[in-house]
C-alpha cells in the first residue's frame, strides 16, 4: 500500500492530503489572511511558513512523516512541459525559485515537498501542471510571427477528467480525440489527440468566465491600455479578477446568477447565455482542429454542477460529439491518481532540466 502525501499551494490556501493508495486519510484546506501572506515580501520567503504549515496538519491528523512512501505537489509556473509526471529534483527547485515562468505561491509546492522526500528517502512529482504544452506548430501560430499561442491552464482537472472517461468508456486515451472544457474562475478548453494535448484555448484569450474577461476586441483592448486610466498591474487585475460575469453582473458565484435568473432578471439570463455561447464556439473551434472527428466532449470543473449551464452547452455542441459531464475539480484526487500511475509502472515520471535566460 501506498501513503502519499499531497500539496496544493494556492493563493489564499495551502491544501493537504494524504491518501492511502485511491484512498483519502485526510483532506485539509488551510485558509491564509492577507496578514498572514502580506508580510512577506517575495514568494519564496513563504516557504518556511508553508513547510510548517503542512508539518503541523500532519501532526494533528496523526500522520507520521516516516510512514508516508511518496509525495506529489501541483506542480508551479515552470517552462513548457509534457503531460503527466515529472520527478522533483535540483533543476526543478532551482528553476521555481530563481527562474519561473510567474511568480505564484504554487511554485512552492515542489520545493517543499523535495524537501521531505530527501529527508525521507521517498520519490516526489510534480503531476499535469498548468504550464503543459503540447500544442502543435499549427495551432500555435498567430498574427504576428514573433508571438505564439500559450497552452497554461486546466491541465490537471481536464486530465483526470479524460482519464476517467478513459476508465469508464473503455475506449483508450491514447487512440482517442477528445475535447475537455474547465468550467471554474476562469475557463480553459483544450483538444486532446492520440494522448497529447494538441490545441488549447486558455483563459486569456477564450470565452469570458465568472472572473475573467478572455478574448476582447483588440483595438478596443488598446485604446484602454493607452487611455491613461489604467497601470499594467490595474489592467491586469481587472481583466483576471475583475472582468467577466462579476464586471456585468457584480458577482462570480454562478448559483448567485441561476437565482437572478429564476427571479426573472433579463440581464442575467442574456450574459449566463452569452458565457455558454462562448465557452461552445470554442470547443466548436478545436472541432474544427480535429477536421470534426470527436470521439466526446467532457466538461468539468466547479460550473460543471449546474444542469442549466451545461444544458445550454449540450444543446449546441452536441451535434459535434456526445457530451459527458463530470462536475467538480478534484485537485488533490488527481493529484494522487497520476503519482499512483507512476508508482504502479503505469506510466514513468520524466526528469527536469532547468532553463535559463528569458522564459
Known sequence: MEKILVLNPGSTSTKIAVYEDENPVFVESIEHSSEETGRFEEIFDQYEFRKDTITDSLKRHGVELKDLTAI???????????????????????????????????NLGAPIAYSFSKELGIPAFVYDGVTVDEMIPLTKITGFKHM??????????????????????????????????????????????????????????????????GG?????VIDMAFSGEY?????MNRVKRKGGVIDHLGTNDTRKVEEMIKNGDENAKLVYEAMALGVSKHIAACAATACGRVDTIIVTGGIAH????????????????PVTVYPGENEMQSLVLGALRVLRGEEEAKEFVKVEGKL
Open 216 to 220: 476582447l476586441p483588440i483595438f478596443q
Open 231 to 235: 497601470t499594467q498591474k490595474t489592467l
Open 72 to 106: 506529489v505537489s501541483r506542480g508551479g509556473l515552470l517552462p513548457p512541459v509534457s503531460a503527466g509526471a515529472y520527478k522533483i529534483n535540483e533543476d526543478m527547485c532551482w528553476q521555481l525559485k530563481n527562474n519561473p515562468q510567474n511568480e505564484h505561491p504554487s
Open 148 to 213: 505564439r499561442r500559450k497552452a497554461l491552464g486546466h491541465n490537471l482537472n481536464m486530465r483526470a477528467a479524460a482519464k476517467r472517461w478513459e476508465k469508464e468508456s473503455g475506449k483508450k486515451y491514447n487512440e482517442s480525440t477528445l475535447i475537455t472544457v474547465h468550467l471554474g474562475g476562469g475557463i480553459s478548453v483544450a483538444l486532446h489527440s492520440n494522448g497529447r494535448i494538441i490545441d488549447f484555448v486558455s483563459d486569456e484569450e477564450g470565452p469570458f468566465s465568472p472572473e475573467r474577461t
Open 306 to 321: 449546474s444542469e442549466m449551464f451545461t444544458g445550454m452547452i449540450k444543446e449546441r455542441v452536441g451535434f459535434i460529439a
